[in-house]
């Protein structure tokens, strides 16, 4: 029997008026009914927000940070259970689930209920005329929170979590695809008390809810991440409203490998990096540029490497599981069969590689080869989109000024990772790429204090302690003349 999920709107479980089906990717059969909330049900849910707000803003940061820190407590108590919702609603390996998604999720109520106590603020005083200026950081409002599929738990309480944190409310709406956790999460969030009307879940599609959330005159505040294509429509939406804005968009992230790195500890991070979530990752690498001088070595261990991944059955020790729909697979595959006209060389993966599925229940699931492309152009569309699935291209580069050149000639900048055992090279080549992120010598290590966010199409805004804080209130200077 299919799961039934309910919107959650001031405190409470509520019945939608229509529901749509939601797939489990590793069997291709229904799995639960999702909510597609109308404009009236979204307006209720906003309407529960900002009758909440006066009350939460004034709440005492040790009070808030006390219930941030009760729900991540019940929510780590529950990590098995949301560990195994998570890989079924979206396609991942439980495994990741469990030792990724979840225990970020909780690390990031974690985070932010204990950052909220060390927030330090301006104060300077004027001498002459004997007056101390002071800035106060102000809640904004009711924020909209629009999370994508790939990351459930992980990105949407990456929203929620800093939004309550410093005093709004908020409506969320995750993916109509990957829905079902967030809708356990509002259970935590009634038995850590957190107050009616702080937190409201509506499910449902983009054009139909996630529309009305944009638009709506009463949310000052939108946090998105997802297309690049969809966070242009949003700019354009509220521009007349002039609301605050954080959109996390895509990426076509480079990896560039120089011949003196640590090959063997290249190989294994990189390859993790291009498949991890089935490449269903902004973060992911997807055009990696490998000098000349071990570009042949590099092929033959990565290829090779990349053959011995397991894909199939996400409840099993398998190191990819299923994408996250039909549509999403067809898409994937289009681009291989795009390698192939434009003469491109697959060496493993997709038409080149059988796979094997032992399980019947998988038969009709979206499952994908890991595919390694090479002899391809760096301005083929493999090169230059979002692919969003376990798809990397390998390009052989010369020389420093070369590559750099070669990997900024892209409309995105998330991130990239640069390999290489001279520092100097390193810090130059970082400084040059058109990034928000670059990581030397690694992949996917995060400091929460750190900005997060991309450059050009991959996105606006950054993503951190302090940047949260920076969208997530407003400045107030306070001036008090005390004489002199």
């Known amino acids: 029997m299919a799961v039934v999920v309910s919107n959650f709107v001031n405190g409470e479980f509520v019945a939608a008026q229509d529901y749509i089906d939601s797939i489990n990717p590793a069997t291709g059969e229904l799995w639960a009914k999702i909510p597609n909330s109308t404009e009236d049900e979204v307006n209720v849910a906003v309407a529960a927000a900002k009758n909440a707000f006066e009350g ?127 809708f356990m999460l509002c259970k935590v969030f009634q038995d850590a008390g957190l107050p009616p009307g702080v937190v409201n879940m509506v499910c449902g599609t983009g054009p139909r809810t996630g529309e009305v959330i944009i638009r709506h005159p009463d949310v000052p505040l939108i946090s998105f991440t997802g297309s690049t294509a969809v966070g242009r429509h949003i700019q354009e939406v509220t521009a007349p409203n002039t609301k605050k804005l954080s959109l996390e968009l895509g990426g076509k992230n480079a990896a560039i490998i120089f011949e003196d790195c640590d090959l063997a500890n290249c190989i294994t991070t990189t390859l993790r990096s291009s498949f991890t979530n089935q490449g269903e990752v902004c973060l992911c690498t997807s055009r990696i540029f490998v000098q000349e001088g071990i570009y ?153 204090n750190m900005p997060f966010g991309g450059m050009k199409d991959s996105g606006i805004g950054r993503e951190s302690a302090t940047d949260s804080l920076e969208f997530f209130t407003e400045k107030k200077t306070i001036c008090m003349m005390i004489g002199t």
């Not at 890989?87 to 030792?99: C, F």
């Not at 290489?420 to 996917?444: F, H, I, P, S, Y």
């Open 56 to 182: 939460w803003s004034t709440t005492t940061i040790q009070d808030r940070s006390k219930i941030l820190q009760k729900i991540a407590d019940l929510l780590e108590k529950e990590l098995k259970e949301f560990a195994e919702v998570e890989s079924r609603d979206q396609g991942k390996p439980v495994s990741l689930a469990t030792n990724i998604d979840i225990p970020r999720a909780v690390y990031n109520f974690r985070f932010f209920a204990t950052s909220i106590l060390h927030i330090k603020s301006d104060c300077t005083f004027l001498d002459g005329a004997g007056a101390v200026n002071y800035v106060q950081h102000v809640p904004v409002g009711v924020a909209g929170l629009i999370s994508p599929w790939n990351l459930p738990m992980y990105l949407v309480t990456w929203k929620i979590a800093p939004c309550i944190a410093f005093g709004n409310t908020c409506v969320v709406k995750p993916s109509e695809m990957t829905s079902v956790t967030a």
């Open 296 to 448: 042949s070595e590099f092929i033959q261990r990565f290829v090779e490497a990349s053959r011995q991944l397991k894909v199939g059955d996400p409840t099993t020790n398998v190191n990819l599981g299923a994408l996250i729909s039909a549509q999403h697979l067809n898409k994937v595959k289009s681009f291989v069969e795009l390698a192939r006209k434009e003469g491109a060389t697959i060496q493993c993966g997709q038409g080149v590689d059988q796979l094997n599925l032992p399980n019947p229940e998988n038969k009709n699931g979206y499952f994908f080869l890991p595919t390694v492309i090479t002899n391809v152009s760096d301005s083929s569309e493999l090169m230059q989109s979002e692919i969003f699935g376990p798809v990397v291209c390998i390009v052989p580069f010369t020389s420093e000024q070369e590559v750099i050149k070669r990997a900024n000639n892209c409309r995105y900048g998330l991130c990239a990772t640069v390999w290489t055992k001279d520092l100097g090279r390193a810090q130059r080549v970082a400084r040059k790429m058109e990034v928000g992120t670059v990581w030397t010598n690694c992949w996917l290590v995060r400091d929460l």
